[in-house]
């Protein structure tokens, strides 16, 4: 079964730091874009952060110079270092990524199952 396993969220004070961790596994050919999306209590799902195969990133405002996105291409594997956390970045945080499972498939967006982040201020 192929999915995505985040791990690392959890409670912080306001100003620290968390580093989240997602892992690809089962029988998967290729992965072309990773990224973290977080949703908010009474919010639509939001873009934080993506890391294309070849390691270029994109970042949404709020976490530009804060956030750092990573990842391990021989793993399978993206991190989202968090900084300088505030309470408005509490949230789910979802790993998603576009997945080839056959040569000639299409590539298709998995997503993991979210890990909660709770910034207290």
């Known amino acids: 079964q192929v999915q995505l396993v985040e791990s690392g969220g959890g409670l912080v004070q306001a100003g620290g730091s968390l580093r989240l961790s997602c892992a690809a596994s089962g029988s998967i050919f290729a992965i072309n874009a990773m990224g973290w999306y977080r949703q908010a209590p009474g919010k639509q799902r939001e873009l934080v952060a993506t890391?294309?195969?070849?390691?270029?990133?994109n970042y949404a405002d709020s976490a530009q110079g804060r956030f750092t996105i990573s990842r391990d291409n021989a793993k399978n594997t993206v991190s989202l270092q968090m900084n300088s956390l505030k309470p408005e970045d509490t949230a789910v945080y979802y790993c998603n990524a576009a997945v080839k499972l056959l040569p000639l498939a299409n590539y298709q967006q998995l997503w993991g199952q979210g890990t909660l982040v709770t910034v207290s201020s």
């Open positions: 890391i294309a195969s070849g390691g270029s990133t």
